[in-house]
C-alpha cells in the first residue's frame, strides 16, 4: 500500500533573539536552534498516529510543517490528499461576528468549502448544542461554549488526513465523552490522524501507533502502548532521580 504522507530527513531550526542569547550576539554571527533535526517516517492510508513528547521537545513545530503553517529548513513533506488540521481550538474566530456567522468563517479557514458547510451546517450546530446562541456574537460565549462551536466546526471537516492537537480537552466532561465518541467515528471512516495529547490514556485509547520526539529527534515509532510506556517511564525516572 502506498503511504498517504512521506516525511524524509525534516529539520526546522529558528534564529534565537538577543534576549534567547542573554543579550550578547557577536557581530555578522546568528544563533540558531533545532526544533526538529532528521525526522523521518511515512505513515499508511488509515492509520492514527499519536505523537508524543514533553513541552518544547518539537511537537509543534512538527504538526506546523505537517499543516503547510512554517516551511522545513531541511527535508521534505509529501501528503496525498486534502489535508486538514486543529492546531489551536477556535483559530481563526471573530469575536463580532455570530455563531452561525463563524460556522461559516472557521469552516473556511480550515479547509472546508462552503458549500460542505451548508451541506453539514445543522449537523454542526446540534453537536454543539449551541442551538439557541447561534445568532449572538461569540464575544458573548463563554469560553466553554466558545470551545464547543468550534471543536464541531472541525469535527465535521472530512479531508483525507487530519492533523489534531489537544482536540480532546474541550469543555465539561460529558461534552468531552462526546467529543470522543466523535473522534471514534472520524477513525472508523479510515482518516489518516496525527493526534497529539498530553493525556497519555487518550494517546492509547485512539491511536495505533505513537512516535515519540525528543529534543527534537524522532525517538521512538511503534504500537502506542509501548511508545508511550518508553515516554513515561522516561519522565517518572526523571523525577524519581530529583
Known sequence: ????????????????????????????RDAFIWALREVSFEVLPGEVVGIVGRN??????????????????????DIYGRLGSLLEIGMGFHPDLTGRENVYLNGAI??????????????????SELEEFLDTPVKHYSSGMYLRLAFSVAAHFEPEVLVLDEVLA????????????????????GRTIFF???DPSS???L???ALLIES???????PAETVVRRYLDGVNSEVSSV
Do not use: N
Open 1 to 28: 500500500m502506498r503511504p498517504i504522507v512521506q516525511v524524509r530527513s525534516l529539520s526546522k531550526s529558528y534564529r534565537l533573539g538577543r534576549a534567547a542569547q542573554g543579550g550578547r550576539q557577536r557581530p555578522g
Open 56 to 77: 518544547g521537545a518539537g511537537k509543534s513545530t512538527l504538526l506546523k510543517i505537517l499543516s503547510r503553517i512554517v516551511r522545513p529548513t531541511e527535508g521534505e513533506v
Open 110 to 127: 480550515i479547509g472546508m468549502s462552503r458549500g460542505e458547510i451548508r451541506r453539514k451546517f445543522d449537523e454542526i450546530v446540534a453537536f
Open 170 to 189: 474541550v469543555g465539561d466532561a460529558a461534552f468531552q465523552q462526546k467529543c470522543y465518541r466523535k473522534m471514534q467515528d472520524v477513525i472508523q471512516e
Open 196 to 198: 497529539v495529547s498530553h
Open 203 to 205: 494517546v492509547t485509547r
Open 207 to 209: 491511536c495505533g501507533r
Open 216 to 222: 527534537g529527534r524522532l525517538k521512538d515509532d511503534g
